[in-house]
């Protein structure tokens, strides 16, 4: 019982840490990546569909994304979907494709950045720590049930307690990487 307990606390800590790493790649480090645009919602024929379901994404260089549309009538959708976004992208279309220049990121800009990603790395530590508070309570009633005992309970705890803290632990690790990242020239 304690180990059903543990392994849905595992497991929702694990979608805590890809929700994290997901939200992460949509950050604009000084490389350009074609994640950015992955949240990049286009509606075309009255469809709302994210871009990689209209368009093939590549990186031609360091500091360009190519856009290239499965059907040429929806230029027109994904150029509007780029500049209502919060990208702050100008799209560059050609007729067939479109190209965005990603401009090298200011000193302030990436200590802005930088900063988010704090928030958001603290936002994935809180959803860990929600979730063992949580697996805390369904030991607590696995105790009060009688279902295991004081010592059983304790090791659980214990257990907890280490998962919490190699999650915690390996959150702080990507925020680094992504800081990492978004500062460097």
Request: glycine share 6%; charged share 35%.
């Amino acid at each position: 019982m304690i180990r059903d307990v543990l392994e849905d606390a595992e497991g929702r800590m694990k979608g805590a840490i890809h929700s994290l790493e997901a939200d992460l790649a949509a950050f604009r480090t000084g490389r350009a990546s074609p994640h950015l645009l992955d949240r990049l919602v286009v509606e075309q024929y009255g469809v709302e569909m994210k871009l990689n379901q209209v368009a093939n994404v590549s990186v031609p260089e360091a500091q360009q994304l190519l856009i290239r549309p499965y059907d040429v009538s929806s230029l027109a959708a994904i150029e509007r979907a780029i500049l209502k976004s919060d990208l702050g992208i100008m799209p560059n279309n050609d007729g067939k494709t479109i190209r965005l220049i990603l401009p090298r990121l200011t000193e302030e800009r990436r200590r802005d950045l930088s900063k988010q990603v704090g928030r958001r790395v603290e936002d994935g530590k809180v959803a860990v720590r929600n979730v063992r508070r949580d697996a805390m309570h369904d030991l607590k009633e696995l105790k009060d049930e009688s279902m295991v005992s004081e010592d059983e309970h304790k090791r659980g705890q214990t257990d907890l307690e280490d998962l919490t803290k190699r999650y915690v632990e390996q959150i702080d690790q990507i925020g680094k990487i992504k800081e990492a990242e978004i500062m460097e020239v």
